[in-house]
C-alpha cells in the first residue's frame, strides 16, 4: 500500500512540475493577458516598458507590447531551455481563447500573442 502512495504522489508531483517552476511566471504572465481583455486596449509600442516585471526569482522577465507579451530568460539560456518554457506557455494557455498563440520570435524570446 505504501508503494502504491509513493508511486501516485510522484506521477502527480511530475505532471505538475511545470505549476510549481514556472507558477510564478503564470500568475505575470495571466495578469497582462486579463488587463488586455479588461483595462487596456494596448499597451501600445513602447508603452509597456514602464510594465514591466520580473518573477520573483529575477529568473524571468515579462513585458507587453501592444498586445502582445513578452517573456525573456534573463540568464543565458540556450535553445533547449526557451523550447521548454515555449511549450510550457503553450501548454498554459491551450485552452484560453484570449491567447492566439505562444512562439518565439526572431529575437529568441518568446512571444504571448492576444491580438484580436
Do not use: W
Not at 510564478?24 to 497582462?32: G, K, N, P, Q, V
Not at 501600445?44 to 520580473?54: A, F, N, P, R
Amino acid at each position: 500500500m505504501k508503494k502504491i502512495i509513493t508511486v501516485i504522489i510522484i506521477i502527480v508531483s511530475l505532471c505538475g512540475c511545470d505549476n510549481i517552476k514556472y507558477g510564478d511566471l503564470y500568475s505575470i504572465t495571466d495578469e497582462f493577458v486579463e488587463k488586455l481583455q479588461s483595462s487596456y486596449m494596448s499597451y501600445g509600442l513602447l508603452g509597456g516598458v514602464d510594465e514591466t516585471k520580473y518573477t520573483e526569482n529575477k529568473e524571468y522577465k515579462v513585458f507587453p507590447i501592444g498586445r502582445m507579451i513578452n517573456v525573456r530568460i534573463e540568464h543565458y539560456a540556450d535553445d533547449d531551455e526557451y523550447e521548454s518554457l515555449r511549450k510550457a506557455l503553450e501548454n498554459h494557455y491551450s485552452n484560453d481563447s484570449r491567447v492566439n498563440r505562444v512562439y518565439r520570435n526572431r529575437a529568441g524570446s518568446i512571444m504571448i500573442d492576444c491580438r484580436n
